[in-house]
């Protein structure tokens, strides 16, 4: 199978029904050997790519991950990100906001943690889970100390989106490049992760009552995710819905998502100037090369 990254990108506009969406496709590779050898050929050219984007400082590169619980996020970022320089990529996991971070605007929070130019930010859950989460429990809204007219449920979440879009419009504007990712996983397909996790002692850590008490509102994220993939997927800032009922077939899709959005930045390294050539051939010389 060719991995084209635009046969799973949403389109600006479209409306989306999750159902319509697979959550297996064929096989990219037909072996594990071959899919070892593909990821580790798209991990080489992440790497160069990095390398190139940090020394260009142009640009920055944003990477949004979400997902249902056991989707594979947390393996995905490990596996496509295992070649890139440290120095140039930063992970951040947002989970229950702070006494601080609920004292400000929801998009306070992440705003803080987007990735300066040159180096790629990864965020493993993020904003999103404000029209998301928050939307499954409109609880939680009462705890985020807004004004009361402001929670109105009619409007509250159109109003979120377009925020969203506000930002992620500004991040373009001023360099930041944004992929988004959903993992779509199938009900069926969590259900026997979370038995793997209670099964295998090394993976129990991985799961809490929590786990499935959300499972419980499967129906509720579905239609939480179809409205914000909806309202969100933009030119510059397109969501991609990835197939997550197989790993090895989701990391090399994401690979390949993100190596186009990289590939797709006007990167160059910097050309030295004829004053720091005229330095470099001096420390050359003073290093003992020997000079035509």
Request: charged letters at 30%; one cysteine or more; proline letters at 5%.
């Amino acid at each position: 199978m060719i991995i084209n990254s635009r046969d799973f990108r949403v389109r600006p506009g479209k409306k989306v029904k999750l159902t319509e969406w697979p959550t297996q496709v064929k096989a990219v590779c037909k072996s594990k050997d071959a899919y070892r050898e593909l990821l580790e050929k798209h991990v080489s050219e992440l790497s160069s790519l990095q390398q190139l984007h940090y020394a260009s400082n142009r640009y920055s590169l944003l990477l949004i991950f979400q997902a249902m619980d056991a989707a594979g996020k947390d393996g995905a970022i490990r596996h496509i990100m295992s070649g890139v320089n440290p120095q140039g990529c930063e992970v951040f996991s947002f989970k229950q906001p702070s006494a601080e971070e609920l004292e400000h605007d929801f998009l306070w929070r992440t705003t803080c943690r987007l990735p300066e130019r040159g180096k790629i930010g990864i965020f493993n859950r993020s904003y999103y889970e404000e029209v998301l989460v928050v939307r499954v429990h409109p609880g939680i809204l009462r705890s985020q100390g807004l004004p009361a007219e402001l929670r109105d449920e009619k409007s509250i979440w159109k109003d979120r989106y377009r925020s969203i879009r506000n930002l992620e419009a500004h991040l373009d504007r001023n360099g930041t490049r944004i992929v988004k990712i959903f993992l779509h996983l199938s009900k069926d397909e969590q259900r026997r992760r979370f038995l793997a996790r209670i099964d295998e002692p090394d993976k129990n850590w991985k799961f809490s009552a929590a786990d499935l008490h959300e499972r419980g509102y499967w129906k509720e994220y579905m239609a939480a995710y179809e409205d914000c993939l909806h309202a969100t997927s933009t030119h510059h800032a397109p969501w991609h819905i990835v197939p997550a009922d197989n790993k090895d077939d989701a990391r090399l899709i994401v690979s390949e998502v993100v190596l186009d959005a990289l590939s797709g930045l006007k990167m160059a390294y910097p050309k030295p100037t004829p004053e720091r050539l005229r330095e470099l051939k001096s420390i050359g010389k003073r290093l003992g090369r020997k000079t035509p």
